[in-house]
DNA sequence: CGACCTTTTGATTGGCGTCAAAATCTGTGG
DNA sequence: CCACAGATTTTGACGCCAATCAAAAGGTCG
């Protein structure tokens, strides 16, 4: 795959904060006055074309992220090839924290579509956090947030048939969405914008693209679904948490 | 399954920091003198008998604990009444943290064997950890090596066979109990004290008991593995990491 | 010693992967 | 604006890994 360069963003947004997006997680809530001396370590931002890779799995990374615009993928590809999407990252997600003893990120991420992020030196992560209790505190919350989905996950996997769960999947992102990204919601058709391909769900799930598809199409034709033109429209969304053991609460 | 009760200890030891386990992970190598206010915040431990639950999923807990000695395992039970392990905690685990939107714990915990944890109250968690900046820090640095591993088993589970996904799992176990508990482990056998029961790991790697059974069996044939008496013999740990992909800095 | 839990083994079934090929969509250059 | 290449979706035939069902053989604890 080509990969084509990343760009620093010419006018950064002023602040996370201020972004249009609805819930900007990690500063959610903080008012504007606390946050200035976030001034003093945000670097800048980058604009990562789609199908582009921010960084590689067991690569160092000088920056941590958090994603201002456009979706993401973090993923892991073993020795056979074969790739698997640990999580999706939606606008507001913090990237690239977790390392392992020597300091690598476990994981890939690429985008699904252009998007951008804000990067902090990792280096000055720790003063960052230290300086500001509040901070390190919602740090930890959010990762026991992304815990309990990962889990789910986890749990659902193995124990679940694939009709479960890609109910759930779709679930979650049509609702991590609509949380994050109100502008791409639509309550007309209560549908959202929905850029993962058949192969991009199937490694999520655990499940070939084939057999994605075979259930994408039993999901339509028994009326609970419809996707083009990259929107998915959810039309019995109770019939699709049910099947799914999806309960909203646990991703918002 | 008649539940016994959860006593009181005695005689509690007076700092987790001093107890005879080689890595209590929270306050690892923090100098005592910083940990006297832990006293003004730690209630109580308590005796958890084998196969007692601490806690029930959903159910909304006064307390956050770490464990101090036994194993106990985190699961949830579906719908259908089937139990997926979502992580084996060994003494210096953190249990209870994670809550969802409501404050009800995501998950079960129940002992593997007779155990012993540290309550501390949920409610006075966040000024602790306010005054203690360098815990918060901390916390989500554990937090985040405990998504690493949660993202490895999702990762395995379904890119993965029968034999790798056991493979790892019985390396994970072994390593961490080796770090844990240097008590437990036998340098003459390379052994460590094993106390999951096949189901307990047919549950863990989302397989039946039946079918770990036969790979179990198939392990012992190739000279891998010995199990007996509550021990796990590891005899080629290095055709066994090969097997699992496994690589024991993602543990340690 | 008896009740119950855990391990072990065999026979049968089914969900999902694999392979293959056609149809449709997408975007890029002439 | 069209043409063409590559990506993505769709459909069918076939095979295998692991689930299920069933039952016997240890192990363990009161």
Redesign the interface.
Known sequence: MKQKSIRIRKQPHTACNQCPIRKLALFQGIPPERLEWTQKYRDQQFVVPAKTLLYHEESVTDYVYTLFDGWMAMH?T???G?R?I??FALPGDFIG??????GMV??SVSALTESIVCGFPRSRL?EM??????L??R??SM??????L??????F????DAYESIAFLLLELFHRTREHLNRNYDPETNSVVFPPTQEDIGDA???TNVHVNRILRQFRNLGLIECHHKRLYILDEEKLADMG?FDK??V?
């Open positions: 892991q073993s020795r056979e074969k698997q640990l999580r924290f977790q390392t392992d003893q020597k476990s994981h720790q956090l230290e300086e500001n209790p509040t390190a505190l740090l930890a990762g026991s947030k992304d815990m309990n990962c889990q789910q996950h986890q749990a996997r193995s124990r679940k799930v655990g499940l053991e609460s646990m918002c």
